[in-house]
């Protein structure tokens, strides 16, 4: 009785500390099929799914580079470049919709986009299944998860999104501040109170601290606005959604540079300084820069368990 | 078992098949219900679900508008959860039913609403990000930084005053307490004369307001807008909606089941009925037969097992020897004192030849024939059973029996026998050796008896022969009559053979014998043959006589069938009477004649009922047609009370199981007067006709 106490007041009060902030630890360990995600992550590195046979996923996904590309824009096939910086893959599953302007609204919609896209990998989902089903080595291994029918194009995203559920990279140190294991440094400490001061917060916040909303790029100071730039606008074709994106995550943000979906900041310092200016209407001080890029330096977690 | 079914009848199967088929219905609509039970518990599951997420997320939204940190997770989280669960009605099977029109309709709308409402929100997260961080980045520049300005009075107070303001509208989350914000403000933007410092808080503290000026009234419309959006009254409808078409389903599933239940009721009274019926017809049936086995297995005069009931226990008796006790000229005693004194002195013998010196032999008695009594003894050897036989002749000889006080004597002829055949044995010595008699008890020895049998059996089928080859077997006729009305209704043919000298014998000198021999197939297929011929010139239904164990031999049978072929429509109008027979043990091979004869149109007819082997089990597996009661009961049957109950008890029995009734040896009208009272339809005898050469020969006492 006393122990179970114990524990309900231990357990309460854990809980108080953790929900006061408004960052939430990923999870250690998450749930996935290990054979789906091995075939997937497979697939995540092959170049047969794009029509020139020169692009994979992992190609403008490295998991070198945090998950995301280091070129501003990417190049797919036939060298031909996109419009958008590309995100990272890592963590994709707690965005509340995938792509920039959140136009897929789960991971299997995601998947298929690049796939198909003209200037990503330019592929029809039946000459995927052809060249997979072409290879023996392939056929043998989807027998294995999916049974001896034949790939069909549904399994093919089917591993590769398993595989994206796998790809968490906890621990950080933030989330083991969070979790009472380790401390901050005072200057990461007072970069994550000039984080919450002066309002990034606002928005990102959550497990992926971001990546739960859509805001204006702009939203005090206007942002420059590319009529070809892939917003929400191009979606809705809303006049308030001119420059309005998702909300990235901060998690990893010191592997992922470039910045911003047109890939404009090339530093952490950089990024902070544009943010503060234009969304959140402040000018912020060199020390004040300084402390948040330390927080944000916080933010980078151990590798994906399914990679190691 | 086919006799059965028809006593049965069809009834209970039908009641039977409404029984299970209304079962399986209520089983149908029982199970539908469960379904419908369980579709509407889920469906409920997900009005509840979005109800609740639904209010959880209003609680976000006003928690996120008022709290400067908040996690943006739950206000995505539930709105995704109330997405699916929308999503998981609108694919519901259940709902986009014809039944659920409405509630489908008001699903339709809330999709309608539920779009609005996420539009709203997205709005509101967007503005709630700026005006959250504008508020606190005006509000946070009292403490500190607005000492900057300490030396300007003016612009201190005015910032004072904005703050003020836009603290109190904050406060109150009422856009109204702004005033001119921007107008206010204006003048804060001539930055001449100020430090780089005070610049730069400025630039952000108007930045700041005028966001605030032009969003903060929008923000609280959007959040009123949010707090009191009718997503709840879509629900309720929806809810409401469907509870009342839920309602219409399980009405009607409840009458449907209440009908079938009805139903199945009903068809499960009838069958309890009629299964009921038909085992108290079955009872009677069991009843009958009983009576009847016991009239059959028993002598009525005597109580001494009957003849019948020898022929049955012969397999079992253990090296039996058959004491056969054979009264002397007691057909005399009978003439002289009349039958019944006859009787009584029968009914004496029968208490007299229970000795208690036979008990160790475990005795069987019988009266085998009329003035016939056998004793079958077990376990003894022939000079004791011989010795045995002695004693019995002794006692009987011995007693004085009395009619009317007039002193009778009786000699007794005794023959034992311990050679199977039993009875037929003993039936030698009595017949043919008397002659040579010790004390009166012959002992039957095998040699001597095979030699008579054998130099009997080739003199007979030398005969058999020989009339073959005469062409001297020919069918007889005897007209079977129709008792109500005395009409010819058919002719029995009856095989005879024609002697050398013109003497005509019937079946009982030959056909035994014949049975022995490759003649007996010739016999009965010159038989049939000549029937048929004779037929041609008649219309009427006439029958043949077979012996049961002819039907396991397959030449015989190929041979009928072969004649029947012949003549499609003579054998159309044939009775084929069969004669029960002790060795038969192929039920099947019968059962199989039956139903192919019958494929001709032929009826079947059971010949001599109620002496013999009859086996009532024949009667119920074979599918016969007509049932002839044995001439020797009928025959007796007035004057005997004992064998009148008998053959009632047969016809009851008969009738039960749907056989037309034909009684043999109706020779006189007072018989005729009883079998009517007992329903019997058809008989035959010399009071009608005897057997003749042709069907018109000798008839009288009929209408044909």
Known sequence: MKYWFAAIVLSAFSSLALGQEPIEPLPRHVAYDPAKAALGKKLFSETLLSSDKTVACA?????????????????????????VQSPTVYNARYNFKQFWNGRAESLTEQASGPIHNPVEMGMESATVTRRLNADPAYVNAFAAVYGEEGIVYEQVIDAIVEFEKALVTPDSPFDRFLRGETTLSPLELEGYQRFKAYGCITCHNGVNIGGNSFQKMGLFVPYEHDEAAPDLHAITNKRSHVNVYKVPTLRNIALTAPYFHDASSKTLTDAVQKMSYHNLGVELSDKDVKAIVAFLKTLTGERPEVLR | MSALLRQIGWKPFLALAAGIGSFSLLLYFYLSQRHVEYN????????????????????????????AYSNQDEITGDLDTLKHEFEALRKNAFLRRDAYGQSYRSLVRLGEALNRYETMIGDFMMLNAGIKNSFVYITSLSAQKVKLFEDDPVTYARILSIIAEVSQARILFDATFLGDLNEEVEPLGYLSGMSKEQATLIRSFMLHVHYIAANYPG???NVNRIETFDLDRRIVELETHFLDEAKLDYEMLDRFVVILAALFLAALTLVIGLLVHAGNENRRLRELEGELRHAISHDQL???LSRNRFEQLQAQFESPYLLLLNLDRFKHVNDFYGSAAGNAILKEIGLLIRQPVLEPYRPHYFRLGGDEFGVVLQGIDAERARQMGVMLKKSIEGYTFFVDDIEVYLTVSVAVN?????LENADLILKYDKA??????????????LKEQAARNIATAHGLKRALDRDAIVPWFQPIVRLRSGEVAKYEALVRMVGSDGAVSGPAAFLKTAMQTPYYRRITAVMVQKVFEVMAGYDTRFSINLGMRDLADEKMVSMLLSLLETYKERAGRLDIELLESEELDDLESVKDFIKRVKAYGCRVAIDDFGVGYSNFAYLLELDIDILKIDGSLISKVVGDEMTKHTVKTIVRFAKQLGFEIVAEFVEDEATIAVLETMGVEYGQGYYYGHPAPSPEGVTCNTRS
């Open chain 2, 40 to 67: 509407f518990r889920e469906v409920r599951g997900h009005f509840h679900t979005i109800d609740r997420n639904y209010h959880r997320l209003n609680y976000e939204i006003l928690r996120s508008s008022l709290f």
């Open chain 2, 418 to 422: 311990g050679v199977a055949p039993l």
């Open chain 2, 219 to 221: 923000f609280v419309q």
């Open chain 2, 302 to 304: 005597t109580g001494l």
């Open chain 2, 436 to 449: 040579r008699h010790s004390e009166g008890v012959l002992v039957f020895s095998e040699e001597l008896h």
């Open chain 1, 59 to 83: 190609t403008c996904h490295s998991f070198n580079y945090g998950g995301a590309d280091p070129r501003p824009v990417s190049i797919g096939v036939g060298g031909k470049t996109g419009n």
